[in-house]
Nanobody, 123 residues
Framework: QVQLVESGGGLVQAGGSLRLSCAAS????????MGWFRQAPGKEREFVAG????????YYADSVKGRFTISRDNAKNTVSLQMNSLKPADTAVYYC????????????????WGQGTQVTVSS
């Protein structure tokens, strides 16, 4: 399994931006499809964005489409999530995850997870 460490969370006002990063180690990063998920208090973990191995394919939840951008740098073993026009509804713990499977939007296929980073958006 690959080890994942997220960074970049914090407190931001509504309308602001944050950039989350996830550093991978322990295995060949470029063979994994990567995803970002989030979990708000009292809610189930939900898919936010995903990216294919080469970075050529990206996927977004409808709730973040047009505001968030996922990207990856296979040379640096990192995946990032640029979050713009943040809303209070985006408040959650954000997790980076890796999978060898193709169902990028499905949390069940991910077997490597980071510890999560808190994002809080104030109104």
């Amino acid at each position: 399994q690959v080890q994942l460490v997220e960074s970049g969370g914090g407190l931001v006002q509504a309308g602001g931006s944050l950039r989350l990063s996830c550093a991978a180690s322990g295995h060949t990063f470029s063979i994994y499809n990567m995803g970002w998920f989030r979990q708000a208090p009292g809610k189930e973990r939900e898919f936010v964005a995903g990216i294919g191995r080469s970075g050529g394919s990206t996927y977004y939840a409808d709730s973040v489409k047009g505001r968030f951008t996922i990207s990856r740098d296979n040379a640096k073993n990192t995946v990032s999530l640029q979050m713009n026009s943040l809303k209070p509804a985006d408040t959650a713990v954000y997790y980076c995850a890796a999978t060898l499977m193709s169902s990028i939007c499905n949390a069940q296929v991910y077997d490597s997870w980071g510890q999560g980073t808190q994002v809080t958006v104030s109104s």
